[in-house]
Nanobody, 125 residues
Framework: VQLQAFGGGLVQPGGSLRLSCVPSGFTFDWYAIGWFRQAPGKEREGVSCIGSSEAIRYYADSVKGRFTISRDSAENTVYLQMNSLNPEDTGIYYC???????????????????WGKGTLVTVSS
């Protein structure tokens, strides 16, 4: 079971992009779905995760206030709206099933499914 990410591209600093995540062969209404990214030479990091209920959402500190995750059950799609992009947002973005983990006062997300093909986001002037 894989999820496919779409919508990447080249954008100038300060610009916006909307990524889409579509499942292959299943509906993901019952699953938390998240976005991870991997910048060149860096480890993959969790960016955002949305629960089966839209009331539950996680954002990495680096994207809070700029990125918005949402899901559309009718279209069976999860979106990541990215605004005020900066060069540090450059990387390959992947969507995958996710879990929100709380350890003490620390919160982060973990991938819990198979990795699919990502989409490249390049923020550059």
């Amino acid at each position: 079971v894989q999820l496919q990410a779409f919508g990447g591209g080249l954008v100038q600093p300060g610009g916006s992009l909307r990524l889409s995540c579509v499942p292959s062969g299943f509906t993901f209404d019952w699953y938390a779905i998240g976005w991870f990214r991997q910048a060149p030479g860096k480890e993959r990091e969790g960016v955002s995760c949305i629960g089966s209920s839209e009331a539950i959402r996680y954002y990495a500190d680096s994207v809070k206030g700029r990125f918005t995750i949402s899901r559309d059950s009718a279209e069976n799609t999860v979106y990541l709206q990215m605004n005020s992009l900066n060069p540090e947002d450059t990387g390959i973005y992947y969507c995958v099933k996710c879990q929100i983990i709380q350890q003490g006062d620390r919160e982060f997300i973990r991938a819990s499914g198979d990795w699919g093909k990502g989409t490249l986001v390049t923020v550059s002037s």
